[in-house]
T-cell receptor
Framework: DTAVSQTPKYLVTQMGNDKSIKCEQN?????MYWYKQDSKKFLKIMFS???????INETVPNRFSPKSPDKAHLNLHINSLELGDSAVYFC?????????????FGEGSRLTVL | AQSVAQPEDQVNVAEGNPLTVKCTYS??????LFWYVQYPNRGLQFLLK??????LVKGSYGFEAEFNKSQTSFHLKKPSALVSDSALYFC?????????????FGGGTRLMVKP
């Protein structure tokens, strides 16, 4: 049983397209996140969502929009894809809304924009 | 705003030798500090954390880390390295206040353990 699952694992698409990455967690956690890992392995927070409030990192372009149909899911939709969007995107979840808990990560979704 | 620095891109150590992966942080207030490990083509896995109390915290796979407030450091250590410890290691800090609970990661350190 995968705790945090992401689909698709690999995604190759053309510039200008719109794509979505789905994330589901079966841990009953209240808080979910999206992180972007670039080619140099640097991890950058994109969004935090704790079932009540969406916290948007102001450096994320508005082409990126998270959508949470329920607290077990946090999907990432990307409009008008650009070459620089190529990266591995990680979904994560955390119990409650405290800063003390550890994150549980999905396996990542590798996006390649051609 | 909080930040984390991992000054070494790569650490090389021979199997059986002790290892240290360095981490320093900058955060207002008391920090919550974490170490995560990433194996190739996998997501990050939690190793250990410091929240409060004893400065030496023990975690998974025999790893430990020491919180040093005066030096604002949280170095990861293991007494005897294994080849299977070879991976990418990330230090992270979480704000003590509820600011979206966004964990900020360092740039990562690649650990190479050679037989």
């Amino acid at each position: 049983d995968t705790a945090v699952s992401q689909t698709p694992k690999y995604l190759v698409t053309q510039m200008g397209n719109d794509k979505s990455i789905k994330c589901e967690q079966n841990l009953g956690h209240d808080t979910m996140y999206w992180y972007k890992q670039d080619s140099k392995k640097f991890l950058k927070i994109m969004f935090s969502y704790n079932n009540k409030e969406l916290i948007i990192n102001e450096t994320v372009p508005n082409r990126f929009s998270p959508k949470s149909p329920d607290k077990a899911h946090l999907n990432l939709h990307i409009n008008s894809l650009e070459l620089g969007d190529s990266a591995v995107y990680f979904c994560a979840s955390r119990e409650g809304d405290l800063s003390t808990g550890e994150l549980f990560f999905g396996e990542g979704s590798r996006l390649t924009v051609l | 705003a909080q930040s984390v620095a991992q000054p070494e891109d790569q650490v090389n150590v021979a199997e059986g030798n002790p290892l240290t992966v360095k981490c320093t942080y900058s955060v207002s207030g008391n920090p919550y500090l974490f170490w995560y490990v990433q194996y190739p083509n996998r997501g990050l896995q939690f190793l250990l954390k410091y929240i409060t109390g004893d400065n030496l915290v023990k975690g998974s796979y025999g790893f430990e880390a020491e919180f040093n407030k005066s030096q604002t450091s949280f170095h990861l250590k293991k007494p005897s390295a294994l080849v299977s410890d070879s991976a990418l290691y990330f230090c992270a800090v979480s704000p003590p206040e509820n600011a979206g609970n966004m964990l900020t990661f360092g740039g990562g350190t690649r650990l190479m353990v050679k037989p």
